[in-house]
């Protein structure tokens, strides 16, 4: 993995409304959405029982939970979003609107997509900050789901 691009608060702040980067892809195979079904504990057959889900959905096949998706924001963000200089820790913050807009299938991959919707100093030492996310679905129109996702940066104490 290449190094992720250092950005200060004030250089972050001019990509106010701009593109900040695309994620790798990340494949959704049924490996992976079993095991979050075992994390979740929701095994609803749409999820876990292929042949089930082949016959009785229109799918055709097995599809991630929506959940699983929102969940790989956060290593979509590691690969595609600048790092803020003198930051300690990132905290994930909510969401102001999420909506999960096409299912993904079993083995289909996806990516991130942000762009920077606002930046805020909350307090000293804490930056608060507003992406507007999609998550793409490789070969597909439309994106597994559309977010406003907010995280809180905790920046370091300043050296004296």
Do not use: C
Not at 22 to 34: F, T, Y
Not at 117 to 133: H, N
Not at 145 to 151: D, P
Request: charged share 25%; net charge negative.
């Amino acid at each position: 993995m290449s190094e992720r691009e250092q950005v200060t608060l004030e250089e972050l702040k001019s990509r106010l409304g701009q593109e900040l980067g695309v994620s790798a892809w990340i494949e959704i195979d049924q490996g992976r959405i079993d095991a979050f079904a075992d994390v979740g504990i929701d095994h609803q057959f749409i999820h876990v029982d292929p042949a089930r889900a082949e016959a009785e959905t229109p799918f055709g096949g097995t599809i991630a939970h929506g959940f699983l998706t929102l969940a790989l924001l956060v290593p979509m963000g590691e690969t595609a979003l600048p790092e803020l200089t003198g930051r300690a820790m990132g905290i994930n913050y909510g969401f102001e609107k999420l909506r999960f807009l096409a299912p993904v299938r079993a083995g289909q991959r996806v990516r991130g997509r942000f762009s920077l919707a606002a930046v805020s100093e909350r307090q000293p030492g804490q930056v608060l900050i507003r992406y507007d996310v999609t998550v793409e679905i490789e070969g597909e129109a439309k994106p597994a789901l559309a977010a406003e996702w907010l995280a809180l940066s905790i920046m370091k104490e300043k050296q004296s």
